[in-house]
């Protein structure tokens, strides 16, 4: 018997959206059947490079089309709540890459939306689906390594780009936080959950956007995450969870496929590794294909909830730092 399909357009032809066209090759029951840019000649392009049969040189003809069923957004994050919308408005289930929306405010709006039109979305942090990233979360969950009272994480390399690149650019909401830093934000709240203090100090450029950013978060039993993000420093990227038990090490690129080190606290050491094909994101948008299919609206293991608590701890990092968007915050 065959196997239903989902058919999945792409909207924008970035960096991001050319890494889900390749994951989507290896996702049994997706069809990647259309691209959209505001430039044809990109979107023609993007469909030929990955075989695409479709492509649209605007977002609206995408969202009209009746043959799909589910856009990725794969635009800049200040386009994303109006292009999820777009999406939404047309009876279309949505991934939207991360952040969902800049604040609370815009993650509230999309929530109610999808729920009002009983309509899948789901934002689109891949790391949440990875092996490692499941298996370190089992492990946490299981007490291996006792209980959990210091988190670490770092997301800090030099980036080469302009002052108008989304890296920098204050009109593109760009900064250290909701590009990478959300990174190490998701980890902590994927493991500890909560944070019931948070303090935070960033540097700031001439447009007011963090190049750097170190933030603490306090929960209960004297439990700490120590955490850092920057576009203007080099560091290795990596990952702790220390507990009184043990600890967890994740390799460098932590949120990337990799493997899982447990070491006990009398010095046993053990290696989870997991053989990854393609370039992880296909565990995402299997995910979405999966609800879509079984009737879902959301996934339970990234929830709107999820990313709900995601962006009001994001806003709150942000409001410590003095960084603001002007057409999205007031």
Aim: charged fraction near 20%; glycine fraction near 8%.
């Amino acid at each position: 018997m065959e196997t239903k399909k989902i058919k999945w357009g792409i909207l924008g032809t970035g960096r991001i959206a050319s890494v889900m066209a390749t994951a989507l090759q290896s996702v049994n029951n997706s069809e990647l059947y259309a691209v959209a840019s505001r430039d044809i000649s990109k979107a023609q392009r993007f469909a030929t490079e990955f075989n695409i049969p479709v492509s649209y040189g605007n977002y609206e003809a995408l969202v009209q089309d009746p043959e799909i069923d589910v856009v990725y957004i794969a635009t800049p994050h200040n386009m994303h709540m109006a292009n999820t919308l777009l999406a939404l408005n047309h009876n279309k289930h949505v991934l939207c890459e991360k952040p969902l929306g800049v604040n609370e405010k815009e993650v509230s709006i999309l929530m109610d939306k999808a729920k009002g039109k009983n309509l899948f979305l789901m934002e689109a942090l891949w790391s949440r689906f990875l092996p490692h990233i499941r298996k370190t979360k089992e492990l946490v969950e299981s007490g291996e390594i006792g209980d959990v009272k210091l988190l670490t994480a770092y997301f800090c390399f030099i980036s080469n780009n302009g002052p108008q690149h989304r890296h920098f650019n204050k009109d593109l909401c760009g900064g250290s936080i909701l590009d990478i830093g959300i990174y190490n934000i998701f980890l902590s709240q994927l493991l500890l959950g909560a944070p019931k203090r948070i303090s935070a100090m960033a540097g700031l450029s001439h447009q007011g956007v963090d190049t750097s950013c170190s933030y603490s978060f306090g929960y209960e039993n004297d439990t700490l995450a120590v955490m850092h993000s920057s576009f203007v420093a080099n560091s290795p990227v990596v990952a702790g969870i220390y507990g009184t038990r043990g600890k967890i090490l994740l390799e460098d690129r932590w949120f990337c496929p990799g493997k899982v080190t447990l070491i006990t606290a009398d010095g046993i050491e053990k290696i989870f590794e997991f053989e990854v094909e393609n370039n992880g994101y296909q565990y995402e948008a299997a995910e979405v294909a999966c609800c879509i299919l079984n009737g879902k609206t959301q996934s339970e293991s990234w929830s709107l909830n999820d990313s709900l608590k995601l962006v009001r701890v994001m806003d709150s990092v942000r409001k410590e730092c003095g960084i603001v968007y002007p057409e999205h915050d007031l």
